[in-house]
């Protein structure tokens, strides 16, 4: 099952951008969903995630910039990225984590470029 991810583009330094991502099958309880970035020659990491019951996690470098929300009824997560910095610049993942299966869903991947 693969998530279906928007909002990527162009902007530059200290702009914002929205990333929506939906997961298919309403009606499906989804645990933990988020987002992770790859920036070019570095690691996947993880940049926000909330819980089914609302709670939030942030990486240290977002914390402050980026707000992570959720739809439950919609299986739709929200990244909401403003004072964004040149080395935010990377592709971002969504993922679900499926409260019955324990399986976990990726999205095809969103590129964003903050130019300075």
Request: glycine content about 12%; overall charge positive; proline content about 3%.
């Amino acid at each position: 099952v693969q998530l279906q991810a928007s909002g990527g583009g162009l902007v530059q330094v200290g702009g914002s951008l929205r990333l929506s991502c939906t997961a298919p099958g309403s009606g499906f309880s989804i645990n933990a969903i988020g987002w992770y970035r790859q920036a070019p020659g570095k690691q996947r990491e993880l940049v926000a995630f909330i819980t089914s019951g609302g709670s939030t996690n942030y990486a240290d470098s977002v914390k402050g910039r980026f707000t992570i929300s959720r739809d439950n009824a919609k299986n739709t997560v929200v990244l909401q990225m403003d004072s964004l910095k040149p080395e935010d610049t990377a592709v971002y993942y969504c993922y679900a984590d499926w409260a019955l299966s324990r399986l976990r869903s990726w999205g095809q991947g969103t590129l964003v470029t903050v130019s300075s």
